[in-house]
């Protein structure tokens, strides 16, 4: 069996992996709070333990592999954004306003990572589907002394669990002179945190021994993984932004909850990305969700492509020049390996990196290897297990060649006229145009390149000329 090696953030080696049970292969990950679209930060994690979803499946058997990612489905901006459509006149309670939001938001978010080419996990959970299980595991910390109740709140007592800090590598006394910590009367100490919190009567809530409230964000994805996974399980994941504070208490929670049990085993955190070379914001301009890619015709696995490249550990950057690069690769790829059906024929050296803390990067440079030496079958079969190459995937490739050079010509010509006359409706409507009929059209300083998206209305083009 192929030996896997993981980077575990608890121990910070590099770690052989050996599940509890091979039968039984166990991994959590942190999925989004559903209020809006995802960015394409979101989507680093989902891409990254997709792959390692895949790898485990290959190495244990599909059967054999249960891959959890929650939902987040009570919060206060989903609070938030449910009465700003209420104020704007909507009729409906506020719990219905509220479910449409997340049942919208989650439609959304699978539409956008089926676009990327990732499996769906084995469970979703909604955090409001298991109220109840959160409700006693925080009556179960308060028998054994790790929480209190105060002024409606139930906090969890920080300084009960020895082992705090353990996983960012920090002490309290240090967070505490380090950090804001929200203080409050009701807390015993700076950094105790809310396991659960009063509602009014116009916010979603449900009864508690200690009255109606909801949870804190922190004891849902303990709660969620106790239910599912069981008390000791092998993998949990997530962005390295989760490392403190919520993974920090998601252990203190399960470990007094459970103090015989292990959690997780294993801790994977996958580095934050940056839109060409800074730190994407919206402030810089640079913020996009993932469907803003996709309606610019950037294709689903083009975007994959391009997060596989950087190790998971790395910061990524997220460049047109590196989307124009890897739709050109794969392009050459979909081209070489037309026709060829392997199964499972996983090529060694591919299989080799992955099981090397998930090098995606020197898989990627095997596939190269191999579509450099017409070797077809490991290229694809290859691709197949880091999600590449697959049918689902692959509409965009199959457009029909098309010759973009005489549009952006009359695009550039259109522009040169609008600096002269500093009138820019023909330039931005035939801009306009062309974007309406699925091209992709990314204008900057040295020129205009134009690109075919998956969706390219050749009718609508024909009409421009």
């Known amino acids: 069996m192929t030996e896997i090696r993981l980077t575990n953030t608890k121990t910070r080696k590099k770690e052989v992996f050996a599940p509890i049970d091979p039968e039984n292969v166990r991994m959590y990950v942190c999925g989004p709070t559903v209020y809006d679209r995802a960015h394409i930060g979101n989507a680093r994690p989902v891409i990254v333990f997709d792959v390692l979803f895949r790898l485990l499946r290959h190495v244990y058997g599909e059967e054999y592999v249960t891959y959890v990612r929650n939902f ?105 002179a380090g950090a804001r910590v929200e203080v409050a009367p009701f807390k015993e100490d700076p950094m105790d945190f809310v396991l659960w919190k009063p509602s009014t009567d116009d916010l979603p809530g449900w ?21 599912l996974l069981g008390e000791s399980f092998d993998i949990h994941g997530g962005g390295i932004d989760l490392q403190f504070p919520h993974h920090e208490n998601e252990i203190a929670q399960s470990m007094c909850a459970h103090p015989d049990a292990d959690f997780a085993r294993f801790w994977l955190h996958n580095e934050m990305l940056q839109v060409e070379g800074k730190k994407m914001s919206k402030s810089l301009g640079n913020f996009f969700t993932v469907r803003d890619l996709l309606d610019k015709g950037v294709p689903g696995e083009v975007i994959r492509f391009v997060f596989l490249s950087t190790h998971y550990s790395k910061p990524m950057d997220w460049t047109e020049e590196k989307a124009k690069q890897a739709a050109r690769t794969l392009r050459k790829w979909r081209e070489m390996t037309e026709g060829v059906n392997v199964a499972g024929n996983v090529p060694l050296p591919v299989l080799q990196a992955l099981a090397d803390d998930l090098n995606t990067a020197g898989a990627l440079a095997e596939l190269h290897g191999f579509a450099r030496d017409g070797q077809v079958d490991e290229l694809k079969a290859g691709a197949a297990l880091l999600g590449l190459l697959g049918d689902n995937l692959g509409a965009w490739a199959k457009a029909p060649g098309i010759v973009l050079d005489a549009f952006a010509e009359r695009l550039g010509a259109l522009r040169e006229t609008a600096r002269e006359t500093k009138d820019y409706v023909a330039a931005d409507s035939y801009r306009d145009a062309l974007i309406a009929a699925g091209v992709s059209v990314s204008i900057a300083k040295d020129g205009i390149v134009l690109a075919a998206g998956p969706d390219i209305d050749l009718a609508k083009l024909k009409a421009l000329k």
Not at 87 to 116: C, F, K, S, V
Not at 119 to 125: D, F, G, N, R, V
Not at 207 to 226: F, V
Request: include cysteine.
């Open 72 to 176: 987040t489905d009570v919060d206060d901006k989903i609070n938030a954004e449910a009465q700003r459509r209420k104020d704007a006149g909507d009729p409906r309670t506020l719990e219905e306003l509220i479910r449409e939001r997340t049942d919208e938001t989650i439609r959304w978010y699978h539409d956008d990572m089926n676009a990327l080419g990732n499996l769906a996990p084995t469970q979703e959970p909604r955090a409001t589907e298991y109220v109840g299980q959160m409700i006693a595991m925080i009556a179960d910390l308060i028998r054994r002394g790790h929480a209190y109740e105060k002024a409606g709140h139930v906090l969890f007592r920080v300084r009960s669990y020895e082992a705090y800090g353990k996983l960012s590598g920090r002490s309290v006394d240090d967070m505490i």
């Open 207 to 227: 009864e508690s021994p200690w009255g109606r409230g909801r949870p804190g964000w922190h004891i849902e994805c303990s709660a969620m993984s106790r239910e």
